[in-house]
């Protein structure tokens, strides 16, 4: 794995209508610097997308599964993050599959980062937390945490 001080660069190899791109770098320890001369896209792609050990990922949920998400009455999408990333992250969507309610165990990882994408969903975590819509939210370490999908807010 790389050091995340050093050479991050971002890429425009594709763009399409709904495009959405969300972006979690962990710990953010590097200066963020724009290239205004840069041209767009930024061209050719190398096999497995991988450029000088940073693998550029493309998901597309369309063509993407849902598979049960376990016993929890939730399904979830892979969208690929934990292959691309060597095995050191993983991003999935969920939505409910019948449960209104998801109760989550603990994780171990640095962070638990969430987006509610579409609804609402009131966040338990330490207390109960006002319903979210579009809103992002982080679970540290060692805390259990889950969610109550909100039909109208």
Do not use: Y
Request: aromatic residues 4%.
């Amino acid at each position: 794995m790389r050091a995340a001080t050093t050479e991050i660069r971002h890429r425009v190899l594709e763009s399409s209508s709904g495009l959405e791109v969300i972006e979690v770098t962990c710990p953010a320890l590097h200066e963020t610097l724009a290239d205004h001369d840069l041209v767009l896209p930024t061209g050719g792609r190398p096999p497995g997308r991988d450029f000088a050990g940073q693998v550029f990922l493309r998901h597309v949920a369309s063509k993407t599964p849902w598979i049960a998400h376990g016993e929890t009455g939730f399904e979830r999408r892979e969208t690929g993050v934990g292959q691309a990333s060597g095995g050191s992250s993983t991003a999935r969507v969920l939505r409910p599959a019948g449960a209104t309610t998801l109760d989550a165990p603990a994780h171990q990882g640095e962070l638990l980062f969430g987006v509610v994408l579409d609804g609402a969903a009131v966040l338990e975590c330490r207390g109960k937390h006002p319903p979210l819509r579009c809103d992002a939210f982080v679970i540290p370490a060692g805390e259990a945490w889950g969610c109550e999908t909100v039909s109208r807010i």
